[in-house]
T-cell receptor, first 114, second 116 residues
Framework: SAVISQKPSRDICQRGTSLTIQCQVD?????MFWYRQQPGQSLTLIAT?????????ESGFVIDKFPISRPNLTFSTLTVSNMSPEDSSIYLC???????????FGQGTRLTVV | KNQVEQSPQSLIILEGKNCTLQ??????????LRWYKQDTGRGPVSLTI?????NTKSNGRYTATLDADTKQSSLHITASQLSDSASYIC???????????????FGQGTILTVHP
């Protein structure tokens, strides 16, 4: 298994500003992911954070809006840039381990943009 | 298009009662199906994970079934407790192609409320 520490757990931000979310894992993992969960919705994959190279973004998400860093195998950050109220959501970090690539999730960051 | 649909959207039951949540999927090629529990304000936590060859898997009071032919799964909760109140999410993994990891498709979740 993997224990994921994500922070901050919640924040209220002014529109036009940026917020960086941190994800720390207690063991080295190959695959790290960032998801968004809008109110009442299922999780949507934003990007795969690759160690030593640029993140791989899903359709509808771009690097300028959601820059991601992955400096090593235990840590990643997601920045939500130039925020608007539409960015209000829960952002989740996830890693996969094991033979079945079981997914583990951080506790999430609840972001409110006002 | 890969999809996972769950029913019901929400469910209210009395403490001690049993309930069954449903999941239908169209993910192909199929690799495995997972059920997660997500408490309010927390990240999802894995309950069960089943591959094509497994048709039932238990984790305490939680029992998941899988019918790969009809592409259906269910999660049965026995003797419900107040702490079972949460969102239950069905997640299906597609079989990986050239990579070692298949993409996950998430259902929208079933919100279960257990009343005393």
């Amino acid at each position: 298994s993997a224990v994921i520490s994500q922070k901050p757990s919640r924040d209220i931000c002014q529109r036009g500003t940026s917020l960086t979310i941190q994800c720390q894992v207690d063991s080295q993992v190959t695959m790290m992911f960032w998801y968004r969960q809008q109110p009442g919705q299922s999780l949507t994959l934003i990007a795969t954070a690759n160690q030593g190279s640029e993140a791989t973004y899903e359709s509808g998400f771009v690097i300028d809006k959601f820059p991601i860093s992955r400096p090593n195998l235990t840590f990643s950050t997601l920045t939500v840039s130039n925020m608007s109220p539409e960015d209000s959501s829960i952002y989740l970090c996830s890693v996969t381990t094991g033979g079945k690539f079981e997914a583990f999730f951080g506790q999430g960051t609840r972001l409110t943009v006002v | 298009k890969n999809q996972v649909e769950q029913s019901p959207q929400s469910l209210i039951i009395l403490e001690g009662k049993n309930c069954t949540l449903q999941c239908n999927y169209t993910v192909s090629p199929f690799s495995n199906l997972r059920w997660y529990k997500q408490d309010t304000g927390r990240g999802p936590v894995s309950l069960t994970i089943m591959t094509f060859s497994e048709n039932t898997k238990s984790n305490g009071r939680y029992t998941a079934t899988l019918d790969a032919d009809t592409k259906q799964s269910s999660l049965h909760i026995t003797a419900s407790q107040l702490s079972d109140s949460a969102s239950y999410i069905c997640v299906v993994s597609a079989e990986a192609g050239g990579t070692s990891y298949g993409k996950l498709t998430f259902g929208q979740g079933t919100i279960l409320t257990v009343h005393p």
